[in-house]
Structure formats: C-alpha cells, structure tokens
C-alpha cells in the first residue's frame, strides 16, 4: 500500500515512515509542507495520504486544505488527517462530500502503533475513522439541536462508535450485545435522522456528518 506521508517536524515524520515501513507500507513521498504535499499527491497517486492539518508555509491548516483539493482532483482518494487540536470544522470538512475513506487522528493517538496503523489500514480501505476523544469532545460541544436530540443513549452510543468507523460487528463486541441489537439501533438512528435506504456505508457517512453538525 503507497503513502504519501505529510509532517513538519523531523522527529514525528521519520518515526511514522518507519512505523509505516515496519507495518508493510510503502512510504512513496514524505514532505514537510504543503507545496511539497500538492507535488506528491499529483506526482504518485497514493493508496493513502496521511496529513498533518498545519503545515508551512501557512501553518494554518494548509494540509487539510491541500489534501481536500488532492480528493477533488481524485474523488475519493483515502485521506487520514493529523491535528493538534480537537476541530469540529477540519471533522465536517474532511465528511463533507460523504465519500468515505476519511481519518481524523490527534497526534497524540500516533504513539499508539496500533491504533494508528489500523487507522491507516481502514482508511485506506474506504473506511471513515475518527478519534475517540474527538468524538467525545464533540459530543459534549452544542446544545444538541435538531434530530441528532431524538436518538435514545443507547443510539447515541451506537452513533459514537459508528463516528470511530466501526463496524457493526465491532460494535456488538464493544457495547457486549448482539448483532442484531445493533441492527436494530443503527436503523432507528438511520430512521431518526431523516436518511432513507442507500448504500449503507454512505448512510453511516452520512449520519456521522448529520452528529457533526450538531
């Protein structure tokens, strides 16, 4: 699998290549800016970009932004996105086209080879993966207006896990309940948040952005 990696600081970037290198991956490009970050994405066509949202020479978030235009150009290239900082806006922009193949990591998740890797792998393979401490930030944030407000604790639950790109099965494992149980659930919030009968990955896209935009 070919990434394309984006980091500024030295330190941080060479140990994700050579985590990323340890796991199987083949690290095509590793940049430090957002220049550099466009040539890349246009010269090598990644399986995978793994971007830091602040990158010079802005330092604002110049990598989102370079890596939104890289998934224009290219619909629905995988992109897993690194931050300092909990963004509800970098989270509802990266699910804005509900195409998938979306990650939201802090930086602090990456010491955890595990969980990082398996970001990268389930991003990579269309799958949409937001940090757990993103989702609970969010979920505290706002006055919870609108449907999102009609989903039972237990659907919000559901919901919130659905947010980390988990599958059904993973979260009959976690919540300790069954397959059908959860089922049953993510239907009820499917029905709660107004999205009739589609694809299903496109549905759960598409509820995980109508709970960020809470």
Same mark, same amino acid.
């Given at each position: 699998?070919?990434?394309?990696?984006?980091?500024? #600081?030295?330190?941080?970037?060479?140990?994700?290549?050579?985590? &990323? *290198?340890?796991?199987?991956?083949?690290?095509?490009?590793?940049?430090?800016?957002?220049?550099?970050?466009?040539? @890349?994405?246009? /010269?090598?066509?990644?399986?995978?970009?793994?971007?830091?949202?602040?990158?010079?020479? %802005?330092?604002?978030? !110049?990598?989102?932004?370079?890596?939104?235009?890289?998934? $224009?150009?290219?619909?629905? #290239?995988?992109?897993?996105?690194?931050?300092?900082?909990?963004?509800?806006?970098?989270?509802? !922009?990266?699910?804005? /086209? !509900? @195409?998938?193949?979306?990650?939201?990591?802090?930086?602090?998740? =990456?010491?955890? *080879?595990?969980?990082?890797?398996?970001? =990268?792998?389930?991003?990579?393979?269309?799958?949409?993966?937001?940090?757990?401490?993103? *989702?609970?930030?969010?979920?505290?944030?706002? /006055?919870?207006?609108? +449907?999102?407000? !009609?989903?039972?604790?237990?659907?919000?639950?559901? &919901?919130?896990?659905?947010?980390?790109? $988990? %599958?059904?099965?993973?979260? %009959?494992?976690?919540?300790? =309940?069954?397959?059908?149980? =959860?089922?049953?659930?993510?239907? @009820?919030?499917? /029905?709660?948040?107004?999205?009739?009968? %589609?694809?299903?990955?496109? +549905?759960?896209?598409? @509820?995980?952005?109508?709970?960020?935009?809470?």
């Amino acid at each position: 699998m070919r990434v394309v990696l984006a980091e500024d #600081l030295f330190i941080l970037r060479d140990g994700l290549v050579r985590t &990323l *290198i340890e796991h199987g991956f083949e690290v095509v490009a590793a940049v430090d800016n957002g220049p550099s970050l466009r040539k @890349a994405l246009i /010269d090598h066509r990644p399986d995978i970009a793994v971007v830091d949202v602040r990158l010079p020479p %802005s330092y604002t978030d !110049e990598g989102l932004q370079v890596a939104l235009e890289a998934r $224009r150009r290219t619909p629905g #290239l995988p992109v897993l996105v690194l931050s300092q900082y909990v963004e509800q806006l970098y989270a509802r !922009e990266l699910l804005a /086209d !509900e @195409a998938g193949a979306v990650g939201y990591l802090l930086k602090d998740r =990456v010491s955890n *080879i595990g969980q990082f890797v398996d970001a =990268v792998t389930r991003v990579a393979a269309g799958g949409t993966v937001m940090d757990p401490y993103v *989702i609970s930030k969010l979920l505290t944030r706002g /006055d919870a207006r609108g +449907r999102t407000a !009609e989903l039972s604790p237990r659907e919000r639950e559901v &919901l919130e896990l659905m947010a980390e790109g $988990r %599958s059904n099965a993973a979260i %009959s494992q976690r919540l300790g =309940v069954t397959m059908s149980a =959860v089922t049953k659930h993510t239907g @009820a919030i499917f /029905d709660k948040l107004g999205l009739p009968p %589609s694809d299903d990955d496109n +549905r759960r896209v598409l @509820a995980v952005l109508a709970y960020l935009n809470r």
